[in-house]
């Protein structure tokens, strides 16, 4: 199945694209299951708007796709989420900056995910760097994100707005039999995401690879929620 949990519309200022052109180009590209994850700090104050405007767009054409709409949750001072019944509007959150010193989370992403209530995913991060860090064991770190529900993001992105720069991580963990076996034993769900900002970038070969490889390693992908 191919899917992609992480996408941004012009809702969000970064980026670009029309949401209906975008879910018109994501079923033309053969995307079977799609999230929409607007960043928090640019919907601020609209969040009803955005999510009844995506609510519209699901029901319109969910006999060509399945859409979710989800939010982006950035962690960092000034840019964090205030309101936690913000939340409640969307099917899932992903969380940013978790492995940054200047997060407001602080390294306590299980407080913070307890806060959001909805299932949550972690956006873009070296998860093996940061438990290494933070001086936990991955296997028993990660066995508690598989636990609490909690999902790790491979970020295929390769895009002008980024630099055309590739999460490492990624590259690294599909690379990496240990890896793969510590996500194994623990269950964790993984998910792939392109974060586009521009559908002139987007690379459905680089979605499709993440997926089929998950599906060849015999780990969990989150497709639904």
Same mark, same amino acid.
């Given at each position: 199945m191919i899917t992609d949990l992480h996408a941004h519309t012009n809702f969000s200022k970064d980026a670009a694209?029309?949401?209906?052109?975008? /879910?018109k180009r994501m079923i033309?590209?053969? *995307?079977? *299951?799609?999230?929409i994850t607007d960043h928090n700090h640019w919907i601020k104050g609209g969040e009803k708007e955005h999510a009844a405007y995506m609510r519209a767009l699901i029901e319109k054409y969910k006999d060509k796709i399945k859409i979710y709409c989800g939010i982006e949750?950035? =962690?960092?001072? #000034?840019?964090?989420l205030l309101d936690f019944s913000v939340p409640k509007l969307y099917d899932y959150a992903l969380i940013e900056h978790l492995d940054l010193d200047?997060? /407001?989370?602080? #390294?306590d992403l299980f407080s913070y995910v307890d806060k959001v209530g909805i299932p949550c995913g972690i956006a873009h991060t070296d998860l093996f760097a940061f438990t290494e860090k933070i001086g936990i064991p991955a296997e028993a770190y990660l066995k508690k994100l598989a636990d609490r529900g909690i999902f790790w993001e491979m970020n295929v992105n390769y895009d002008s707005v980024h630099g055309y720069r590739e999460h490492e991580y990624v590259k690294r963990f599909f690379d990496s039999?240990?890896?793969?076996? *510590? *996500?194994?034993? =623990? #269950?964790?769900?993984l998910s792939v995401g392109f974060d586009g900002h521009r559908m002139k970038d987007y690379d459905i070969n680089r979605v499709k690879f993440a997926c089929e490889k998950i599906k060849e390693l015999g780990l969990n992908q989150k497709t639904e929620f």
């Open positions: 694209d029309d949401p209906e052109e975008l /879910i033309a590209e053969g *995307v079977e *299951v799609f999230g949750l950035s =962690t960092l001072p #000034g840019w964090e200047q997060s /407001i989370m602080h #390294g039999p240990e890896e793969q076996d *510590v *996500v194994r034993k =623990t #269950g964790l769900y």
